[in-house]
């Protein structure tokens, strides 16, 4: 008689996959275990098939991992982390612009975020730097202008710009429709502190955006 069907993943199958998305974040076993707060021998008997997870740890490795529960169960989603919905991203509100995550932590070898600049807007009053890595500036819609260590640089739709990021920049929109950009870091740099506008933007945001 033929084993009968299993409806749940096996030890290995479960390890295997934890493993898969744990390469995909270039995290280590120890890092990947300390985020999850679980013990490394633990961890290690899970990849290699010889323990089973209980739901609770189920959802430290998930949670430690930036997924879903459910993909650990899901043989399909072993090599992505799914579709990021434009409504689920998360989002810096800076002065009269937005910025948002495209490349959800933990971040491997990219970092990117995707950027609206209304007329006006800007990533804040004052340049701003972070890390030292590279940095490449694209706009995808309309016309912005870089300000890099004092100087100007008009970037037009499909324009790009390097530099490094621990250089002083700042982007805004000086035109009189909406634009967009992407910046591309590599590797991530250190958290960025929020670009909180400040009264005096604002206001002249506001104005911008309603002329009386």
Known sequence: MGAAPRDTPGEGDLGRRVASFRRLRGMSLRALAAAAGVSSS??????????????????KVAAALGVAPAQLLDDSSAH???VLRAADRPTLPLAGAEKHVVALPPLRNLEIYAGRFQPGGSTGADAYTHGHSQEIVVVTEGRVVLELDGARYDLDTDDSIE?????????VNESSAPAAILWINSPPTPDEAPHA??????RITRQRRNPE
């Open 80 to 82: 992505t982390r799914g």
């Open 163 to 171: 530099f490094l990021s621990s250089v002083p920049h700042r982007v």
């Open 197 to 202: 506008p400040t009264p005096a933007e604002t």
């Open 42 to 59: 633990f961890l290690s008997q899970l990849e290699n098939g010889r323990t089973n997870a209980s739901v609770a740890s189920l959802r």
